[in-house]
């Protein structure tokens, strides 16, 4: 029987646990010689590349002497929390990294408190030793502080800790020691993580913790084999979360080693391995001997606590740039999303329009991200969070928040989390001259936050939250206080009034963009909504033969983007999202109806 390690490599957002992966499969010689390896290897997927952060988790495997260690690499991202609840079951130990500045952050206690619960043992990992500010002492004390918080048992408490600077590739047990390798932390994986329990000489049970595709077997979920063995050719039995049985035969078994994928006959239990031949395969679905089939426990995750409205797009310039507009289109698509991203719902609306819920706006702005950029075109309405009754009391989300900035700034941010009903916990001057304030504050507060908070620090302000619990309702909430520009017209924006408009607040739109009445292109530096017309006036040619061309300058527009549209726009807006743009409307285009409105609004106040 061979020698397994099972881990998951968890952290608060880029702590470095990525980076550590990649240090772990080349120190290991999993790579074959000029094997050419990118870094951050196992952020594969385009969005993942393209901002440098994990979103999915993702499973390797490497040899360390006469073992296999197989490592699944998590999201540090509070959104994709479900991500990291999912995989936990699947491992026998976890290395939790904190970054040896920053230290504990909200995600750390998220993620550790969900590993303490699973009865895991961390190997604690004090990662980028190597920067200026780094306070290893302090941070190691965070982390004790935290375990015991956290109601940790005394072995849990006995943890290991290793001091590390995964970019440079080493990792070491004492702040004296030498400079090396990833030795010790090789080490420390074998000593301290508890080989897999099970046995491979009783009946199969093993569980889907990850669905993936090929183009020759269609589809493949990587499970980990809990007891028994996985034979290629042999007949099992799948057990959905609801009970539902189907039998079929492993068409293929794929095992892992570093970024490749091997074929292999059979596996047993403790490895993780992927499967081939079940067509209708899911995240949390057992695969069983077929004579004596023993369901394992389907997995939990938290519940969403955010959820956006996904409509057709109706707006004058619908279909113009999408692939895939209607209602069946999109349905099918959120489906398909819901059947591997267990964290996430979908809930059809009528109207053409589906209730998507999530653990924040980016997970729920990369889904939407991935939808535009496969060709799809929709709108979203403005994020809201999930409320549930308990008691007959109306309940909403909180969350932990720390936000760090120059003490300058420490009056400002108290002051605006204070009107978003956030309670400071905690306010601690850091050695770099900035503060670190704790909170607890309702979700509902922190949507369309940032963007204030980045104004108002002017760029230095660091913020940081994670889901707490849910508390009683706690009344309303400040949201944005400036009105939107709105286009009274059909038609492409000229230049020249676009030059005129700047005066009364940010423009979103460039001159040659289309607008229709009814689009926001800019935001008011007023409070209340203000029609305006981007399509008036004298083309820019003109003005530039009468001399004037300094006068007509053109401010760059703030460019709209997904996130930024999720975090702007009010109840009675919509973002129109295609493949090509990201625009912001009125939900009402016509602007009787939209006075009207506004009026009853007022008048109810
Ligand atoms: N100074 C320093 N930087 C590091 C170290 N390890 C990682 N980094 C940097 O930290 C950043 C984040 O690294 P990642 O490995 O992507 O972090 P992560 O924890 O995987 O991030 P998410 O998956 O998005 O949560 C990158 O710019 C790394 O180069 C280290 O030991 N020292
Ligand atoms: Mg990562």
Redesign the pocket.
């Known amino acids: 029987m061979q020698k397994i390690k099972n881990i998951a490599?968890i952290?608060?957002?880029?702590?470095?646990?990525?980076?550590?992966?990649?240090q772990l499969l080349q120190q290991s010689g999993t790579y074959a010689d000029h094997q050419e390896v990118q870094?951050?290897a196992?952020?594969s997927n385009d969005i993942e590349k393209e901002?440098?952060?994990?979103?999915l988790s993702k499973n390797t495997a490497i040899t360390y002497g006469d073992h296999k260690i197989n490592i699944i690499?998590?999201?540090?991202?509070a959104d994709f929390g479900g991500e990291v609840e999912r995989v936990l079951k699947m491992v026998d130990g976890v290395l939790l990294?904190v970054d040896a500045q920053e230290g504990v952050m909200p995600?750390t206690k998220f993620v550790l408190k969900k590993a303490i619960a699973f009865g895991l043992i961390p190997v604690v990992v004090i990662?980028?030793?190597?920067?200026d500010g780094s306070d290893p002492d302090r941070v190691m004390d965070e982390v004790f502080d935290l375990l015991v918080a956290l109601d940790a048992n005394e072995d849990q408490l006995e943890f290991p800790v290793l001091y590390?600077?995964?970019?440079?590739g080493y990792a070491k047990w004492e702040m004296e020691d030498e400079n090396k390798d990833m030795i010790p932390l090789f080490d420390a994986i074998i000593e301290h993580v508890p080989y897999p329990k099970g046995s491979p000489d009783v009946d199969t049970q093993a569980q889907v913790f990850t669905l993936d595709s090929d183009n020759f077997v269609g589809r493949i979920g990587i499970t980990r084999i809990f007891n028994g063995k996985v034979k290629k050719g042999d007949e099992y039995l799948l057990v959905k979360a609801d009970g539902s049985k189907s039998k079929s035969r492993v068409s293929k078994l794929i095992g892992f080693k570093g970024l490749d994928r091997i074929d292999i006959d059979e596996a047993e239990a403790g490895d993780i391995v992927a499967i081939a031949g079940f067509n209708d395969i899911d995240v949390g679905d057992s695969v069983c001997d077929k004579s004596n089939p023993v369901a394992l426990d389907p997995m939990h995750v938290e519940e969403p606590t955010l959820s956006v409205i996904m409509s057709v797009n109706n707006g004058p310039l619908a279909g113009q740039e999408g692939k895939h507009v209607t209602s069946n289109k999109i349905a099918e698509r959120l489906e398909k999303e819901m059947e591997t991203n267990i964290a996430m719902r979908m809930e059809p609306m009528g109207d053409a329009s589906f209730k998507v819920s999530g653990r924040g706006e980016l997970q729920i702005g990369i889904l939407a991200e991935n939808m535009r950029r496969e060709g799809f075109e929709f709108m979203l309405a403005r994020p809201e969070v999930v409320t549930k009754e308990e008691n007959g009391v109306k309940m909403e989300p909180f969350e932990h928040l720390v936000v760090d900035v120059p003490e300058a700034f420490q009056g400002v941010a108290i002051e605006k989390l204070g009107k978003r009903k956030a309670n400071m916990t905690s306010l601690v001057p850091m050695p770099d001259g900035t503060v670190r304030l704790e909170f607890e504050i309702p979700a509902r507060g922190l949507i369309g936050f940032r963007n204030e908070f980045l104004t108002d620090t002017k760029g230095e302000g660091i913020m940081n939250h994670s889901y707490l619990e849910y508390r009683a309702y706690s009344g309303m909430v400040q949201s944005r206080t400036p009105g939107a520009l709105v286009s009274m017209d059909d038609g492409e924006a000229v230049a020249f009034s676009i030059f005129n408009l700047q005066a009364r607040g940010v423009m979103f739109i460039s001159a040659q963009d289309k607008v229709y009445s009814g689009m926001v292109i800019g935001e008011s530096s007023r409070p209340g909504d203000l029609d305006v017309n981007p399509l008036k006036g004298k083309a820019l040619t003109n003005m530039r033969t009468s001399g004037t061309d300094e006068a007509v300058k053109l401010v760059t527009p703030r460019k709209i983007t997904l996130e930024s549209a999720m975090e702007w726009i009010e109840d009675d807006e919509l973002i129109e999202i295609t493949p090509i743009s990201v625009r912001i409307r009125k939900k009402s285009l016509d602007p009787v109806v939209r006075k009207r409105a506004a009026r009853d609004k007022k008048n109810s106040k």
């Open positions: 490599v952290a608060h957002v880029d702590h470095g646990k990525t980076t550590l992966v990649d870094e951050r196992m952020d901002r440098g952060i994990t979103i690499d998590t999201p540090g991202h990294l995600q990662n980028k030793i190597d920067k590390a600077a995964a970019r440079d």
